[in-house]
């Protein structure tokens, strides 16, 4: 043998392969064999392959780089020919054996589905299909990569050990949309070679891999899976081939099955909570409406007492003291009828000096020393109509976010200022409607947020903390109730530097009311609760108003019908024997054409009752003296 036969016999060197794998020349002697090959059928060097595999040599093209050869014998197999040069003028044969492994996959799908139908996670389905193909294929490696709109979810593989799952989820969500772009145009095996062209090049540099088979699955039109498969061989047999696409078919039904099972546990979980709540619920609104009555006649007694004792200071202090606790117990109320159910909060003008005052007491008092607490409240801030307890929740849960984005000693910065969107500036907040508006920010120096969640902090059960330390609600609620009051709310952050939320409120032109003359106003109250009509009376006949008080719907009617006309109804949405609203409605189909005030210590109404019922205004109990009598003031002309 010339040494340039047996430099390129050498240069075949079959035990890199794990196939087994044997090298003849063109009339079928074997000239050399790797190990898996010599385990399998003892070695054979020297013999004829084709007479000892019984091949027909007719089968055989001089002419094809590439062909397989089905044989039943000496079990059922597919050799693989690949065509190369002994010498220049001499050709000869890379045979590669496969076991045909058709005959297997009615075993294997039966297990797959098994496992589809059994299984409810999605890594412990991945491993234990991954591990069935790899062995099934002879995959030297193998990992999965799932996709979530079009986004990668997670990156599964059985030999974690070997393959830095991190890092190839880096690289492929890098390069993602070239690889969504190709699959979803071709829809079949990609061969990543280990070239700059290739779609996974990277890939195949990180796992130092010659070739790389990636299989798509694809679920409602789109991209669900992908499947890598690392082999020393450039080709594949058809039966591995359809192996393969089995795999992949049943692949992306155990994904959307096992997604739709987790959907299903969440929803369950959704529900049973919701059964809570509206027990919770119910049973809160049981008692709101006595626990409502009780803190209105309180509103009332504090009102009057302002009024006997304007004079006496010490006093005056004691019963702010106490006015401001009953508030507490009326939004405290307010919290327990939202759980369980929707709730309309009532909207009211808002003085935010005062809210940043009660603010700026409470974090300076909480907060860790280490902290360094600054407020920048503008002069004569503009009045903004929403709720003080909402936006008090909302600052106070940016300035907690705050405080957990430090770690030891740092500063946390509260800005409150008047601005004015005109054509000048409107260019820097596009966001915006001309006009007038509140700006408050909240700043501070922690750790900050990373570039690629910014746009997910708004988003629902989103959260960067831990499980256990973090709902990711808050700043979802935080931007629900800014856009609940027209607002609006943005982020500014880097990484190691710091964040900013600022928070932008329309604010409200008050215009000044006209002082009414309520001389020979009659105003008619309708309460079951005597306590009530009686305070809310003496507080109306105080300031100038003529007062009938009734505690039923009969009275109400016989009143009316006696001709005595009134300026104005107020009445209890709880009443004997009807209801306020049936009782309006009623009067409205008789004639009665007065504006009316609908009571109530609940919220959850139909809105087309009250249109039909022609209801001027609803007041929520327990009421405040001086927002009823400003409604009272603007539904009664002068």
């Not at 385990?39 to 001089?62: A, H, M, P, Q, V």
């Not at 050799?79 to 000869?92: A, I, M, P, Y």
């Not at 799932?146 to 986004?151: A, D, I, L």
């Not at 089995?246 to 994904?255: E, M, P, Q, T, W």
């Amino acid at each position: 043998m010339n040494n340039k036969i047996k430099y390129l016999i050498d240069y075949y060197d079959l035990n890199q392969s794990s196939i087994p794998s044997t090298l003849v020349d063109e009339s079928g002697i074997i000239i050399r064999s790797n190990e898996n090959f010599v385990k399998k059928y003892s070695d054979l060097t020297g013999k004829n392959f084709f007479s000892l595999f019984e091949i027909n040599t007719d089968k055989i093209s001089r002419e094809k780089y590439f062909q397989e050869i089905y044989q039943s014998k000496p079990n059922e197999c597919i050799f693989r020919f690949v065509k190369v040069n002994l010498t220049d003028e001499k050709v000869g044969f890379l045979i590669e054996v496969f076991n045909l492994i058709s005959a297997d996959k009615n075993i294997f799908t039966d297990r797959l589905i098994k496992k589809i139908l059994d299984e409810s996670d999605l890594t412990e389905f991945s491993l234990s299909v991954l591990s069935e193909i790899s062995s099934a294929i002879q995959s030297e490696k193998s990992f999965l990569v799932v996709f979530e709109n079009s986004q990668v979810y997670d990156v599964f593989s059985n030999q974690s050990e070997q393959i830095n799952l991190k890092e190839i989820k880096k690289i492929i969500s890098s390069n993602s949309l070239p690889l969504i772009k190709w699959f979803s145009v071709n829809r079949n095996i990609y061969l990543s070679e280990n070239d700059i062209k290739s779609i996974g090049y990277q890939i195949n540099q990180l796992l130092e891999a010659d070739f790389v088979f990636i299989f798509p699955s694809f679920a409602k039109n789109k991209l669900s899976a992908l499947t890598f498969f690392i082999k020393n061989t450039k080709f594949l047999s058809n039966s591995e081939i359809e192996f393969i696409e089995a795999f992949s078919n049943l692949l992306v039904i155990g994904i959307e099955l096992i997604t739709i099972k987790k959907k299903q546990k969440s929803i369950e979980a959704l529900l049973s909570n919701s059964q809570k709540l509206e027990t919770v619920g119910k049973l809160a609104s049981g008692l709101a409406h006595d626990f409502n009555n009780l803190l209105a006649s309180i509103f009332g007694s504090i009102n009057l007492l302002k009024t006997k004792l304007k004079d006496n200071t010490n006093a005056l202090k004691l019963i702010d003291n106490i006015e401001n606790c009953s508030l507490r117990a009326r939004d405290l109320t307010k919290g327990i009828l939202s759980y369980g159910k929707p709730t309309q909060q009532r909207k009211e003008i808002v003085f935010l000096e005062n809210v940043l005052n009660e603010l700026s007491k409470v974090i300076n008092e909480t907060f860790p020393k280490c902290i360094n607490i600054s407020f920048s409240i503008g002069d004569s801030l503009y009045k903004i109509l929403g709720n003080s307890t909402e936006i008090y929740q909302i600052l106070l849960n940016l300035c907690v976010n705050a405080r957990e984005a430090i770690t030891g000693e740092g500063i946390i910065s509260i800005k409150a200022e008047n601005i004015i969107v005109d054509d000048s500036n409107i260019f820097l907040v596009p966001f915006l409607n001309k006009g007038y508006y509140v700006k408050i920010s909240v700043t501070d120096n922690g750790s900050g947020i990373e570039e690629e969640n910014l746009s997910k902090i708004f988003e629902p059960y989103f959260s960067t903390k831990q499980k256990d330390t973090g709902s990711g609600l808050g700043l979802y609620v935080t931007s629900q109730l800014v856009k609940a009051m027209n607002g609006y709310i943005d982020v500014e952050s880097k990484v190691n530097e710091g964040t900013s939320f600022r928070i932008y409120f329309p604010a409200v032109t008050l215009n000044e009311q006209k002082v009414l003359s309520t001389k020979e106003k009659i105003i008619m109250l309708a309460d079951d609760e005597e306590m009530l009509n009686d305070l809310l009376g003496d507080l109306l006949e105080s300031n100038g108003f003529y007062v009938l008080k009734v505690n039923n719907t009969k009275e109400v009617f016989r009143i009316l019908n006696e001709e005595v006309k009134v300026d104005l109804l107020i009445i209890d949405y709880n009443l004997p024997e009807i209801t306020g609203l049936e009782c309006v409605g009623k009067l409205r189909e008789m004639g009665f054409n007065m504006p009316v005030i609908l009571v109530s210590g609940n919220t959850n109404f139909n809105r087309d009752e009250f249109s039909k019922a022609r209801i001027s205004q609803t007041v929520q109990k327990p009421y405040e003296f001086d927002t009823i009598l400003q409604t009272i003031k603007t539904l009664i002309p002068s």
